[in-house]
């Protein structure tokens, strides 16, 4: 039953190795969705390409549906997995402060990385950027600890905080996700561009 | 519109994608306990380098030393770091068979390589500091959180993305 190294059926080194496996299996498929043109990822924004919306939120439902079927098999325990931790404001601003990076670069980390491998030296820029802000923010703790820490509200699931149940809270999420498929292939007729 | 047809045939079907995406995420979960990630992939090269390089700053500064008390083992001895690597494989790989290797700044005729460079090492800096303070980039914090519906995973895609299409109308002239 997994996660197979929290249950020990796997040891840490072959972990590790299967994180290597893993990663070139999310590099190749974000390559090879587009993910390695700013210009593309940026066509979110402004309508012409929403081929990120698409992608995301996809992968999202597919990953999500697969971890509750997965734990309905018994195949997994859903209490073994990580549950990123939610400390508000931190949450908030550092998402703010991505969101700015990212229509302003044109890539987030893991994109940059995988546009950096075919050779996009805008990428290599970007992750350069990256290592300053990391080393600002490592620096700067200290001035920033009381608002990292901040509003810490547990590791609550969106779920628990609706009040709804799991599946019920995947459906909505799926209809959700459908409707702004439609808008995006809506946009992407009303938006075109020909080259970019 | 042929141009942008052909475009698009090169590249996977977005859904196809999404569906392959979310099989690596949940082979991730599957396996390791935990989602995908980059940003902390990067923390890890900066935390080994600090400790190697000025061992006794990061034996005293708040950010390394709690670094340290909470992780065991060299930094760089972790799961985003073997990842990533396998990312920059997995790239490769798929623009060498599609035959997309090629060096180049990709930007909007309208604007300069120059200009280009000096808005993505701007842009990389905000996103870096930025996935530190939110604790995960869009594949840690957002995506990954997202697929085991964790709430700071939907605040964090909210958030990117709302900001991003907030600004969009001031950084049009980069991209459009």
Known sequence: MGPFVITEIISENTNFLLAFVIGIGFGFVLESSGFSSSRKLAGMFYGYDTTVLKVFFTAAITAMLGLLFFSLFGWIDLSLIYINPTFLWSTIIGGVIMGAGFIIGGFCPGTAFCALSIGKIDALAFVGGLFIGIFAFTEGYPLIEELYKAEYLGIPTINESLGLSRGVFALILIVVAVAMFWIGEWAEKKFPREEY | ?176
């Open chain 2, 1 to 176: 519109m042929n141009t942008q047809k052909d475009k698009s045939k090169k590249y996977l079907n977005p859904y196809v994608g999404g569906v392959l995406l979310g099989l690596v995420l949940l082979a991730a979960y599957m396996i390791s306990g935990r989602g995908l990630g980059a940003s902390g992939a990067l923390k890890s090269a900066i935390v080994a380098s600090v400790e190697t390089v000025a061992p006794s700053h990061a034996e005293n500064a708040a950010f390394y030393k709690e670094y340290a008390e909470t992780h065991s083992g060299s930094p760089l001895k972790s799961w985003l770091v073997f990842e990533m690597l396998g990312v920059l494989i997995g790239g490769f790989l798929s623009g060498a068979l599609a035959g997309r290797l090629k060096w180049k700044v990709e930007h909007n005729p309208k604007i300069t390589s120059k200009t280009r460079i000096v808005f993505a090492v701007l842009g990389g800096i905000l996103f870096g500091f930025g996935a530190q303070l939110g604790r995960g980039c869009t594949s840690g914090s957002a995506l990954s959180g997202m697929a085991s519906l964790s709430l700071s995973g939907f605040i964090s895609m909210a958030f990117i993305f709302g900001t991003a299409f907030m600004l969009a109308y001031f950084f049009r002239k980069l991209w459009i």
